[in-house]
C-alpha cells in the first residue's frame, strides 16, 4: 500500500487560506474579504497565524465575482509591495462563465507561485454548469508551464482525478503534481472520511496533496487529512460557519486552529520557504 503522504512533508503542514472565493458575500459573513485592501490585509493575517499560501479570488466594486485583471493586480501588488512572503495561488475560474482569456490572464501577468487548475466539469452547486471544458484545460495547462507557475490541481470528484492522470501522461500537467482534494461542493464528492481516503489512495505516488471540506464535513474532513499526512486549505471561501451555528471572526481563525490540532499531532506549519521545498516551486 502507498503511503497516504505521497510526498508531504512528515512533520510540516502547508496551510492555504483560501480567503473570499466567489460564492460567499458579506451577507454570509461580514468578516468575507472582497475589496483589494481587505484581501491584502486577511493574507497578511493568515500569514502571521502561520498560512504558508493565500488564495485568491477578486470582486468587482459591489462585491460580485469577477475575474477582472486590474482587480487581481490591485490585490497581488498590495500583498507584494508589504514584502510578506507568503505565497500567492490566484483562481483561473473566479466564478462562472468568464471566457478562457480572462481567466488565464491574471495568473499568466502576475506569475503567483501557483494557481488553481480546475480538472474538468461540473454541476456547480445544482445550479450552473462550472465550465472546464478540454480545450480550455490544454490551454491553462501549457500556460501555467509557460508562466512557471505551479498549478494546484482541483479535485471535485473521481473522474477530475482521472482527467488529470491523463494530462499527466500528455505532458499539460507535470509532475510532481500538487493536488487539491475539494470535498462537500455540491455536484461533487461529500465531505467524508471515506470519500477523502478513497481520492487519496488513487493519487499518484509522486505527488503532494491537500484537502478540505465544505459545510458540516469541513472539521471532519480536515482532521481526516492531518491523519493521513494531508496539507489542509481552510478560509471564509469554503466555509463562513467556524463550527456549527457558529460564525468565523476571520480567514486567520480558521489558520489558528489548524496550528493547534497539528500542534497535537507532533506537527508544525509550514512557512512559505518551506512550503516551497515541499512543493517544489523555486
Ligand atoms: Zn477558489
Not at 496551510?15 to 493574507?43: F, M
Request: aromatic share 8%; hydrophobic share 40%.
Amino acid at each position: 500500500m502507498l503511503d497516504t503522504r505521497r510526498l508531504n512533508s512528515k512533520d510540516k503542514v502547508i496551510v492555504t487560506a483560501a480567503l473570499t472565493g466567489a460564492v460567499t458575500t458579506k451577507k454570509d459573513n461580514a468578516n468575507l474579504p472582497t475589496q483589494p485592501e481587505e484581501i491584502c490585509k486577511s493574507a497578511l493575517e493568515c500569514y502571521a497565524a502561520g498560512a504558508a499560501v493565500v488564495h485568491i479570488h477578486v470582486r468587482d466594486e459591489e462585491d460580485g465575482a469577477s475575474m477582472r485583471y486590474d482587480r487581481f493586480e490591485a490585490a497581488v501588488s498590495r500583498i507584494r509591495e508589504t514584502g510578506c512572503p507568503v505565497l500567492l495561488n490566484l483562481t483561473s475560474s473566479g466564478g462562472q462563465g468568464f471566457g478562457w482569456e480572462e481567466r488565464i490572464k491574471p495568473f499568466k501577468a502576475l506569475k503567483p507561485e501557483l494557481a488553481s487548475f480546475d480538472a474538468g466539469t461540473m454541476n456547480w452547486l445544482n445550479t450552473v454548469v462550472f465550465m472546464n471544458e478540454p480545450g480550455f484545460l490544454e490551454l491553462c495547462g501549457k500556460e501555467m508551464i509557460e508562466a512557471g507557475v505551479k498549478p494546484e490541481i482541483e479535485i471535485f470528484d473521481m473522474g477530475m482525478l482521472n482527467t488529470a492522470k491523463y494530462y499527466l501522461k500528455k505532458g499539460i500537467l507535470k509532475a510532481p503534481a500538487h493536488f487539491q482534494l475539494c470535498l462537500g461542493a455540491p455536484g461533487g464528492m461529500e465531505a467524508t472520511t471515506e470519500n477523502l481516503l478513497y481520492l487519496v489512495n488513487h493519487l499518484p505516488e509522486d505527488c503532494t496533496w491537500s484537502a478540505f471540506g465544505i459545510g458540516k464535513g469541513a472539521n471532519e474532513v480536515m482532521m481526516a487529512a492531518l491523519a493521513l499526512g494531508g496539507n489542509i486549505r481552510v478560509g471564509l471561501e469554503d466555509n463562513v460557519y467556524y463550527n456549527a451555528g457558529i460564525k468565523a471572526e476571520s480567514n486567520a481563525q480558521f489558520v489558528e486552529r489548524v496550528k493547534r490540532i497539528a500542534a497535537e499531532l507532533g506537527k508544525s506549519l509550514a512557512t512559505p520557504e518551506e512550503a516551497r521545498e515541499i512543493l517544489g516551486i523555486k
